[in-house]
């Protein structure tokens, strides 16, 4: 029973921290609704003073108005001027939109051509580098087919002189064959030749193969040359087609440059009379025109001004019923506080009775322990 009782008192007071977290937030609620309340108030007071200033105008406005075109013969007169020269204003604006038109038109050409001549030249001054390294390229080519067409000329130069020492040495071997008073054994004489031949023949073999490597490299570095230099023939016509191509745009671009200095001055000669025209037309009708703006001006402001009372009354009307439902909750609020604080106050009373209660029967068992 002590803890059901505890556990109860401990709900109540999360109740009444609850509650009174709530009523503060309502009493803040109602302290926002009043400043806001304040400051509508102001905003009210503002757009009368407002009104009242704009009305004012309104009839200032409608005291200077003149009757101006009420008289029939002058009026249809500059009716009939005012209605020509609005018709020439017209046919100026016109041009002056088709001439915006091919101006924008030119300058978009223009600029493409612009942009075409930039990738041409940057085009030509890649060939012109990969032109300048083939020609690199080349020199060092030709300098390796004079070395190499140098050694080759040297190795047939020894081969020749290696041919001549083996046609010696083989008329040696006849007459070392024919000589029957030949100091060296017959056998020995024979050997000693045949193996100066052989290695003769193996010099000459090895220089063959190193001049039939050489051959190869030459014909490889013929072909390689010839391969570049059609390259380059084909690079140098493009190079020609693009410059051909790039002076046929600067012609197209200068012809553009005159045609829009041609009409950039049509269309300043047109933008002074469309001035002068619109500044006779101006003078005409600016005093009428201004007093009926400023009239419908003042109105608009007068009729968005009332609107705008009526919808701040009707929210201050609303915030006046919205601030007495919160009045009424906050005194249901406290009421209901109260009511909660008595019953924790007969709680708290309840639980010493009961905690006394249980005291008092510790105490007897001990007594009778």
Not at 315 to 321: A, K
């Amino acid at each position: 029973r002590f803890k059901r009782v505890k556990h109860q008192l401990q709900m109540t007071l999360t109740i009444k921290n609850s509650l009174q977290d709530e009523l503060d937030s309502t009493r803040e609620t109602i302290s926002n609704l009043e400043s806001a309340l304040l400051a509508k108030n102001r905003d009210i007071a503002q757009l009368k003073e407002r009104i009242h200033r704009l009305m004012n105008d309104s009839q200032e406005y409608k005291s200077r108005e003149s009757p101006r075109c009420r008289t029939p013969a002058g009026d249809q007169r500059g009716c009939g001027r005012c209605r020509a020269l609005q018709r020439e204003i017209s046919s100026y604006q016109e041009n002056d939109q088709k001439n915006k038109s091919d101006i924008d038109e030119l300058n978009e050409s223009l600029a493409a051509l612009n942009k075409k001549i930039s990738k041409l030249e940057l085009d030509k001054r890649s060939m012109n580098d990969q032109l300048q390294l083939y020609e690199e390229q080349i020199v060092k080519y030709d300098d390796d087919i004079s070395a190499l067409k140098f050694q080759r000329d040297d190795v047939i130069k020894n081969n020749k002189e290696l041919e001549s020492i083996i046609e010696e040495l083989r008329e040696a071997k006849s007459k070392a064959d024919c000589s029957v008073d030949s100091i060296m054994p017959e056998n020995l004489g024979n050997e000693v030749i045949d193996l100066q031949l052989s290695e003769l023949r193996l010099a000459l073999d090895e220089k063959n193969e190193i001049i039939c490597e050489r051959d190869e490299q030459i014909s490889g570095l013929k072909a390689k040359l010839s391969e570049e230099s059609s390259r380059v023939a084909v690079l140098e016509d493009e190079t020609i087609m693009n410059q051909s191509t790039i002076q046929e745009i600067q012609q197209k671009n200068e012809l553009c440059n005159a045609k829009i200095l041609e009409l950039q001055k049509d269309f300043d000669k047109l933008t002074d009379d469309y001035q002068l025209t619109c500044t006779e037309l101006g003078d005409a009708r600016k005093l009428q025109e201004d007093v009926e703006k400023q009239l419908q001006i003042s109105m608009s402001e007068a009729m968005h001004l009332s609107e705008e009372i009526r919808r701040v009354g009707k929210d201050l009307r609303v915030m006046e019923s919205l601030k007495m439902e919160l009045e009424k909750r906050c005194c249901e609020l406290e009421d209901e506080v109260a009511k909660k604080e008595e019953n924790i106050s007969s709680l708290e009373l309840e639980s010493k009775r009961i905690t006394e209660s249980l005291q008092q029967e510790v105490d007897d068992c001990k007594v009778l322990q």
